[in-house]
Each structure stands twice: as C-alpha cells, then as structure tokens.
C-alpha cells in the first residue's frame, strides 16, 4: 500500500514540476518555433506513457501484494496483450518521429535568398566571415590557413578580396533576413550553437556543415560551444547582434576586408624586411663590408 501510494506521489509531482518548473526555454527569437512544436509533441508522448507506467505498476503493486495463501499464476505468453504493446509503442514512436522529419526537411532546405556567412571555430575562439559588396564568398582551403591567412582564403579568388573578415567573438546580423551559416573547424570537434535560434550544428575538421535561420527579433545572444573540445570549452562562447538593417550595414561598413587585411601584412612584411636590411648593411659596413 505504502509503495503504491509512494509511487503515485512520484508520478503527480513530476507532472507539477513539469508546469510549474522556473526552467524552461529562453524565448525565441528565430522562424524555428517548429522545433518547439516537436519537442512538445514528444513531452505529451512519453508523458502520457510515463504516467501510464506508474500508474500501472502502483496497481500491480497494490493489486497483487502478498496475502497469505495465494500463489501467484505463472503465463509466461499473452499474444493479446503483446499485440497491444506493439501497436500502441508503434503509433507512439510514429508519433514523435513524423514532425521531426517534416520539420528537419525545412531546415536543410535553405531559401534561394539567403545570405551566406561562414563560422570558423578553432580551440577556443570563434571567428566569422561575411560575404562583401558582391554579396558572394571566396573560395577557402584549409592548406592556406596561416597566421597572415587565418581563415585559408585562396588569395587568387577575386569574390574573396572583399569578404569580411571578422577574428572576435562577436557578430552581427540583420534583423528578419534569412542567413544560411556555414560551419568550418580548423583543430577539432566543435559546435556552434545560440539557444534563442533554436538551431545547432557540429562543426567537423575537413567537413563544412550548415545550418539556416531567420533572426525574428533584435538583442544581443549568446554563442555556445555545444561540443566538448577540449580543456578551454566552457569559455568559448561569443554573442551575435540582431539589428535592423540599418545599424547593421553601419556595422558591416566598419569591418576590414581581406585585401585590407592582407595589404596591411603585406606593408608589416615590408617594413620588416627594410628593418632587417638596414640592420644587415650596418652590420656589413662595422666589418668593412660593402654590398
């Protein structure tokens, strides 16, 4: 009796702290409501199930308990009980994978005006590329990566020269318009991940991944390493900014293009090297030596 009861008590608190829990989701501020939708469908699932299963071992429990005298029956099959279990555990599992499928179709089905930007992630810092006037990004290698080319650029790509090149651990982006992200890792496993979005990838060396998202309202948000890479993992994160339009081309207008970043190493390689020569021929004239 006490076990039933224990049992029952067990089953209704999990339903009140369910509601009544201060921990839910942090409001939503992407186009994937879907998404909430389907995590919903699947608490209302194996809730149901949940509640079922004690509900019926406190039966049992109660139903049967020992008396003195009575022997338990041993049926070791029941085709119609096991007919039942396989037919309800079906329209369950049914159930929760459906909306799954139609809402994963949408999210790798990336609409036609989309903008790209890329994320680069490296142990433990985040950086992002943005595409530049012509609206298009250069092509990248992981054999150019260097630390004058940190996001492997191929420096012969002319959509390229004007991509934004963002090495910090924040980012922009404009308010209501679709952004297909895509996803690099230079080192190893990482996953870039903004709990408002709704949306997550893994980031795989040698791989590029994606995901898409419509920003649905402005703030600023928190990026999270999904992934654990390594010893500096809870510090990695960033924030992105969602702005409207006209704060975020003032922002985009004050970031440095590859071909300014690359002119300004090309123009620190340069005075280094006049340094070094300098240095060299004062050398050479101390030992009369002349060039």
Not at 104 to 116: L, M
Not at 178 to 196: A, G, N, T, W
Not at 218 to 232: I, P
Request: include cysteine.
């Amino acid at each position: 009796m006490v076990v039933a009861l224990v049992l029952i008590l067990v089953a209704v608190g999990t339903v009140a702290f369910h509601f009544l829990s201060p921990w839910w989701w942090t409001p939503i501020a992407s186009n994937w409501g879907y998404v909430d939708d389907t995590i919903i469908i699947t608490f209302w699932i194996t809730g149901v199930v949940f509640l079922a299963m004690v509900f019926f071992m406190a039966y049992c429990v109660f139903r049967y308990r020992h008396k003195k005298g009575s022997r338990a029956a041993y049926e070791p099959e029941n085709k119609k009980l096991e007919w039942w279990l396989t037919g309800l555990t079906t329209v369950g599992v049914a159930g929760m994978l459906t909306p799954g499928l139609f809402v994963w179709n949408q999210f790798i089905t990336v609409p036609e005006e989309a903008t790209e930007i890329e994320v680069v992630a490296q142990q433990w810092q985040w950086s992002y590329r943005l595409p530049g006037k012509d609206g298009t990004l250069g092509t990248s290698d992981s054999l150019n990566i260097s630390s004058e080319n940190p996001f492997g650029l191929n420096a012969d790509d002319p959509n390229g020269q004007d991509d934004i090149l963002i090495e910090g651990d924040e980012v922009h982006l404009p308010l209501d318009k679709p952004v297909k992200v895509l996803l690099r890792s230079i080192d190893v496993l990482h996953d870039f991940y903004v709990p408002q979005f709704r949306a997550k990838m893994d980031m795989v060396p040698g791989m590029i991944t994606y995901f898409w998202i419509t920003p649905t309202r402005t703030g600023t948000f928190d990026v999270l390493c999904f992934e654990l890479c390594g010893l500096g993992h809870y510090a990695m994160r960033g924030k992105v900014v969602v702005e409207e339009e006209s704060a975020y081309q003032a922002w985009l207008g004050e970031q440095p293009t590859f071909a300014q970043l690359a002119g300004r190493a090309g123009d620190g390689m340069g005075a280094v090297s006049d340094l070094a020569l300098s240095e060299g021929e004062a050398d050479a004239a101390s030992r009369g030596i002349s060039r």
